[in-house]
């Protein structure tokens, strides 16, 4: 059984930090990409940063610069650190691995909330 347990998230002021963590375990398979989505309300889940292979990164436009996936291979964890945090970062960020065989793999959704 996959089971991909996210932490991290919470309310913060604008301007503000979050780190959010994730943590994978199961028989997943061999990794191809970890990442994190996030949905607003009303809105779709968009991909907010990715590490694939191992090693390359990949963010959304909307936070590069301000937000940074890492990856602790020995554990299986993934992490986002986010700074600088805007009302529109306000969503459920969901944890997602993929593994060689094209299978997703989600977390239950951690909400993160920015106010002014």
């Known amino acids: 059984q996959v089971q991909l347990v996210e932490s991290g998230g919470g309310s913060v002021q604008a301007g503000g930090s979050l780190r959010l963590s994730c943590v994978a375990s199961?028989?997943?398979?061999?990794?191809?990409?970890m990442g994190w989505y996030r949905q607003a309300p009303g809105k779709q889940r968009e991909l907010v940063a990715a590490i694939i292979s191992g090693s390359i990164t990949s963010y959304a436009a909307s936070v590069k610069g301000r937000f940074t996936i890492s990856r602790d291979n020995a554990e299986n964890t993934i992490y986002l650190q986010m700074n600088s945090l805007k009302l529109e970062d306000t969503a459920v960020y969901y944890c997602?691995?993929?593994?060689?065989?094209?299978?997703?793999?989600w977390g239950q959704g951690t909400q993160v909330t920015v106010s002014s």
């Open positions: 199961g028989s997943i398979g061999s990794i191809d990409r």
């Open positions: 997602n691995v993929r593994n060689t065989r094209t299978i997703n793999y």
